[in-house]
């Protein structure tokens, strides 16, 4: 009997494995990683330095353990190159590797920077363990980050550096943090907290070039001002890695696309995770991924069983001043009704109606999430 085969040891691929142990102890599983497959949670990666955490201390688990623990092989420091869906089979770095099932738990690479100068090979993103690894040791003895970047990963980084005592320069083109998800006065009060930490906000810019200075680097941004910096810290966006989904003839979009039951176009390839487009919705968060394991753990097992999300709000880890986010549906009509108060932002996005489609909470507003959720839910 073939082995359902997953690909990638992220967040998504082994909470799909521990939820086929819980539906099934016995049948052949293997785990394919290109990294050492331990096994920490990635979200943890923006908020370590406040924890005082390095990258070993991240990591809860080496992939022996969790072979053995979950049954399971674990092929670490191993890359698929491509997969030849006719014969249910991936091709490894050492060999060949049939498939019952394969399942793509690739996760999402960094955007380019897309920067110019003798400075931009210095840029660092953090995306992984060896990442974090790399940006703690560049940052040691230093005291200066600037930050690319003002989105949800970007704000976290902010936070957790300032915190840690750094001076931090955020560059976002938008003209308020998390723009896309969160209206202006939602957006201004997280840069005022941010900032009565010690950010320091550069709205409505990009960084084009970052040049070699005699202490550090230089930021120039695209009006021409420039920033002096130790590290430069790039956080403008994921992107889903579809590369080996795509060489294969399997359709992608933004991400691999799916249906609800997170079936590709081949037969007996799913995708989950940063890397899944389901049903034209990319949600690369934390709680979106545990439905879509417990929803394919099932379907896995005989069971078939379509991801159906609850409302899912989003924690963004910013202490100076949180923020509970839950986005309307894209293409919702209505807009926010927003609500001001000293400690904190309560936005509500209604229909013509009056009808509850998503909110964004901020500060002490942050308490009423429960509620708002449950109405959303009903």
Known sequence: MHPIVIVGSGLAGYTL???????DRTTPITLVTADDGAFYAKPNLSNALAA????????????????ADLNATVLAHTRVHAI?????????????LAYSALILALGADPIPHGLSGDGAAAVLAVNDLTDYAAFRKAIDGKKRITVLGGGLIGCEFANDLAHAGFAV???????????RLIPVEAGQRLA???AALGVNWHFGHTARRVESASEGYQVVLDDGATIATDVVLSAI???????????????????????????TGAPNVYAMGDCAEVEGLNLPYVQPLMVQARALAATLTGTPTPVIYPPMPVMVKTPAHPVAVLPPRMGAS???????????????????????QGFALTGSETGRRATLVKELAA
């Open 84 to 96: 030849d869906t006719a014969a249910q089979r991936v091709h490894m770095d050492n060999g060949e």
């Open 237 to 263: 966006g994921l992107r889903p890695r579809i590369q080996l989904a795509q060489a294969a003839g399997i359709a992608v979009g933004r991400g691999i696309q799916t249906s609800r039951l997170l079936e």
């Open 334 to 356: 209505g807009g926010w009704k927003v609500e001001c108060n000293d400690t904190g932002i309560c936005a509500l996005h209604v229909d013509e109606n009056g009808v509850l």
């Open 17 to 23: 494995l521990k939820e086929l142990r819980k539906r």
């Open 192 to 194: 005022d907290g941010l």
């Open 52 to 67: 005082k955490k390095t990258a070993a201390d991240l990591a809860s688990a080496s992939a022996e353990k969790l072979a």
């Open 169 to 179: 320069d955020v560059v976002h083109l938008g003209d308020w943090p998390l723009e």
